[in-house]
């Protein structure tokens, strides 16, 4: 069964620091998301990506992140200046038409530690 | 906010017994979505119900939506030792994005 990959699995980084988390969505979807979950809370929307540009954003997704298809598989959010409360599992999800078609699915996350 | 809000927070089960799992939300939905979390995992979508619909069924798994009382319920029959997990509700809007529950940690003990 297709998969959404995410990678890497888990990542430690310096407040301050850029990091880059990457995800292969599957490969005939159209649209592209990222979720977050704060150890112990919801998971919440970060933003949606349709025809190489953001169609939704949550309050979240401020100008510290951004993402990027850069080669046609490749779907990646990047966070500029990470701080301590960054820290959290990001999911990244795909579906070949806008998810409330079909449904979502989703990768298994990767888990980002600002220290 | 259209957040979900399952109940109970946490079920314990013996294998075999059935498991009933409520969500309830606040706003008017395009459907509502199902995931399954293994502990530290990914989320795997089990089940989509639209809004013009009552129940759905899939395998072991039985949904219903009433959208008067804004609630679902998802059951379980049969459960195994495999179906512990994270249960959410998601509800969509039809902005094609998510809002979440908190979940339900159900526990099947063999």
């Known amino acids: 069964e297709p998969e959404v990959t995410q990678t890497p699995s888990h990542q430690v980084t310096q407040m301050g620091q850029e990091v880059i988390l990457r995800c292969v969505p599957i490969s005939n979807h159209l649209y592209f998301y990222w979720y977050r979950q704060i150890l112990g809370q919801k998971v919440e929307f970060l933003v949606s990506?349709?025809?190489?540009?953001?169609?939704?954003k949550s309050e979240i997704f401020d100008d510290q992140f951004s993402v990027e298809r850069p080669d046609g598989s490749n779907f990646t959010l990047k966070i500029r200046s990470t701080k301590l409360e960054d820290s959290a599992m990001y999911f990244c999800a795909s579906s070949r038409q806008p998810g409330q078609v079909y449904g979502y699915t989703f990768g298994s996350g990767t888990r980002l530690t600002v220290v | 906010s259209q957040q979900g809000e399952e109940d109970p927070q946490a079920l314990s089960i013996q294998e075999g017994e059935n498991a009933t799992m409520n969500c309830s939300y606040k706003?008017?939905?395009?459907?509502l979505q199902w995931y399954r979390q293994n502990s530290g995992r990914g989320l795997v979508h089990l089940i989509l119900i639209r809004s013009n619909e009552r129940e759905k069924h899939s395998g072991r798994l039985r949904v219903t939506l009433d959208t008067s009382k804004k609630s679902s319920s998802l059951l379980i029959t049969a459960s195994r030792a495999a179906d512990t997990a994270s249960y959410f509700c998601?509800?969509?809007?039809?902005?094609?994005?998510?809002?979440f529950g908190t979940g339900t940690r159900l526990t099947v003990i063999p």
């Open positions: 998601a509800t969509d809007s039809g902005a094609n994005n998510l809002f």
């Open positions: 990506f349709y025809n190489n540009e953001i169609s939704e």
């Open positions: 706003t008017s939905i395009n459907n």
